[in-house]
T-cell receptor
Framework: IAGITQAPTSQILAAGRRMTLRCTQDMRHNAMYWYRQDLGLGLRLIHY???????GKGEVPDGYSVSRANTDDFPLTLASAVPSQTSVYFC?????????????FGEGSRLTVL | GQNIDQPTEMTATEGAIVQINCTYQ??????LFWYQQHAGEAPTFLSY??LDGLEEKGRFSSFLSRSKGYSYLLLKELQMKDSASYLC??????????WGAGTKLIIKP
C-alpha cells in the first residue's frame, strides 16, 4: 500500500541522547514535512523540504535537524534530546504541482524524553 | 501574527447535523483545508476550498468566505465513527500551512 512509513512508532529516550526518527514515502512526492503535535496546540512545522537536496526551517526548528538525500527519505534528528521535545511527531508529504497540495501523513512517532 | 481559531470541543447527537467553524487571520491566502484526525491516528484530508462557496463531498461539506476570513465544515447524518478531531489549516502567501488547534467532536447516541 502506497504511503508514508515512520519509525519508530513509539520511543522512550533519556535526556541528552541522540535520536533519529525515520520517514519514507513511496508516492514520489516533491515536498516532505516534519510536524510535532502537542495537546491543545495546532500542528507545528519543524522542518520541510520542497525537493530532494533542499531543506528549510519551519516554526520550531531549534534542537532538530533534517536531511533530504533523495526523494523518498526525510529523517529527523534530535542531536541531544530534552524533555520539552516530548511530543507526537508526524511526517507528511505532498505534491506541489498540479494538485491541491493536500498533505499525506505518516502514522506518527510518539517520543517521550525523560 | 497569523491565527486560526476553532472551537475546542463540540458535542452532537448521532443522526444530527453539526457545523464546525473556523476563522483565520493570515498573511495572504492560498487555500483552506479541513482534516479529520481520530484519536491516536494521523490526520487525513477531508476538503479543500480556495474560492468562495460551498464544496460538497458526500455527508461532508465545507464553506469558505475569503472576505470574512471564515470557513465551516458541515457534517450531516452523523455517525459514531465521526467522533474525531477536525483540523482547519490555511495556506499562506508563502505556501506554508497554518494550523488551528483542532475541534474535538463528540458524538452521542
Amino acid at each position: 500500500i502506497a504511503g508514508i512509513t515512520q519509525a519508530p512508532t513509539s520511543q522512550i529516550l533519556a535526556a541528552g541522547r541522540r535520536m533519529t526518527l525515520r520517514c519514507t514515502q513511496d508516492m514520489r512526492h516533491n515536498a516532505m514535512y516534519w510536524y510535532r503535535q502537542d495537546l491543545g496546540l495546532g500542528l507545528r512545522l519543524i522542518h520541510y523540504s520542497n525537493t530532494a537536496g533542499t531543506t528549510g526551517k519551519g516554526e520550531v526548528p531549534d534542537g532538530y535537524s533534517v536531511s533530504r538525500a533523495n526523494t523518498d527519505d526525510f529523517p529527523l534528528t534530535l542531536a541531544s534530546a530534552v524533555p520539552s521535545q516530548t511530543s507526537v511527531y508526524f511526517c507528511a508529504s505532498s505534491e506541489t504541482s498540479g494538485s491541491t497540495g493536500e498533505l499525506f501523513f505518516g502514522e506518527g512517532s510518539r517520543l517521550t524524553v525523560l | 501574527g497569523q491565527n486560526i481559531d476553532q472551537p475546542t470541543e463540540m458535542t452532537a447527537t448521532e443522526g444530527a447535523i453539526v457545523q464546525i467553524n473556523c476563522t483565520y487571520q493570515t498573511s495572504g491566502f492560498n487555500g483552506l483545508f479541513w482534516y479529520q484526525q481520530h484519536a491516536g491516528e494521523a490526520p487525513t484530508f477531508l476538503s479543500y476550498n480556495v474560492l468562495d462557496g460551498l464544496e460538497e463531498k458526500g455527508r461532508f461539506s465545507s464553506f469558505l468566505s475569503r472576505s470574512k476570513g471564515y470557513s465551516y465544515l458541515l457534517l450531516k447524518e452523523l455517525q459514531m465513527k465521526d467522533s474525531a478531531s477536525y483540523l482547519c489549516a490555511v495556506r499562506d502567501s508563502n505556501y506554508q500551512l497554518i494550523w488551528g488547534a483542532g475541534t474535538k467532536l463528540i458524538i452521542k447516541p
